[in-house]
């Protein structure tokens, strides 16, 4: 998985530049198409690539998955042949090479979704409520998530500590690195209306549903706004796919209503909203933080309420 999905990531480079250099080379003066014809000789070599890169399949199910990238290569190299001919003038077969790349891109989004299906992520979990470390799908949570995504039904899965390591590796390795266990508390799949969510944060939450933990002290305080605070913002990315400081600001928003949810009290749900407010959100990094995320901005769900956050 990680050595197809690195390989993934160069082809979609080399396409990407591929397709840059082809706008600079209709834009410019003079004819300076090597480069172009030199990236379209990597799109090209995509099937070597993956013979080299990623081997042979581990399974009848990755054997589904290396076909249907060798089909996209194939595709890949039809493409690529009309456009290095367009550049010696041969011109009547772009519009064939423009299907042939369009058929790539939707025969690898469909390798990349099987191989998806495969990650430890989505394989088959109990459904169990109630406070327990155990990996399960936590009922309670999902239907309070459905309540506020509205557009179907939440699942919710909690992973025990050993489980999620696995969880996040495998991640890891089908995002290419983009998903790592150290930038990753929590994630969420818009396509299929799940939420996953670790142990430790599980478990303040379900205290809360089921126990009607609130803690008082300081610390305590602050990981049960922590943890509504994830949960939150999980549930903002099935609402919609915006950017990350998009959704943090609109989970920011609705901590107070869902720790309501939960079962704290009106003024102890705001609490919690103020917490992260004003504890955590000035600390996030750079992406997660908006100059309109604030009282009256232009991401102020509730302007005319005057109520922040």
Request: one cysteine or more.
């Amino acid at each position: 998985m990680r050595a197809w999905s690195a390989w993934l990531g160069r082809v979609n480079l080399a396409a990407g530049e591929a397709g840059r250099l082809k706008e600079q080379l209709l834009g410019a003066p003079f004819d300076d198409s090597a480069s172009y014809v030199r990236e379209l000789a990597s799109v090209r070599a995509c099937s070597e690539t993956l013979r080299g890169r990623v081997g042979p399949a581990v399974s009848a199910r990755t054997e589904v998955v290396r076909q249907l990238t060798f089909r996209a290569c194939d595709e890949l190299r039809r493409y690529a042949d009309s456009e290095a001919a367009a550049v010696t003038g041969r011109v009547e077969g772009l519009a064939e090479g423009s299907e042939s790349l369009d058929r790539a891109t939707l025969l690898l989004a469909d390798a990349y979704a099987r191989l998806g299906v495969l990650l430890r992520a989505n394989a088959p979990l109990q459904v169990r409520g109630g406070i327990t470390g155990e990996s399960r799908i936590e009922p309670l949570l999902g239907r309070i998530g459905s309540e506020l995504v509205l557009t179907g039904e939440v699942e919710v899965r909690c992973w025990s500590e050993s489980d999620w390591r696995v969880v996040v590796d495998e991640e890891t390795a089908y995002t290419n690195g983009h998903v790592t266990i150290d930038n990753t508390g929590a994630f969420a799949t818009y396509e299929s209306l799940r939420a996953n969510l670790q142990a430790a944060d599980c478990l303040e939450l379900v205290r809360l549903a089921y126990a009607r933990r609130l803690p008082v002290d300081d610390e305590g305080r602050w990981r049960l706004a922590e943890a509504v605070g994830t949960y939150s913002h999980e549930l903002q990315h099935l609402v919609a796919n915006g950017s990350e400081s998009e959704t943090e600001c609109a989970g920011i928003q609705q901590i107070a209503r869902l720790a309501r949810r939960l079962g704290a009290p009106a003024r102890y749900a705001r609490v919690l909203a103020t917490t992260c407010w004003e504890e955590e959100y000035p600390s996030l990094p750079r992406e997660y933080r908006n100059p309109n995320c604030r009282d009256g901005g232009l991401l102020d769900q509730h302007a005319r309420v005057g109520v922040w956050p």
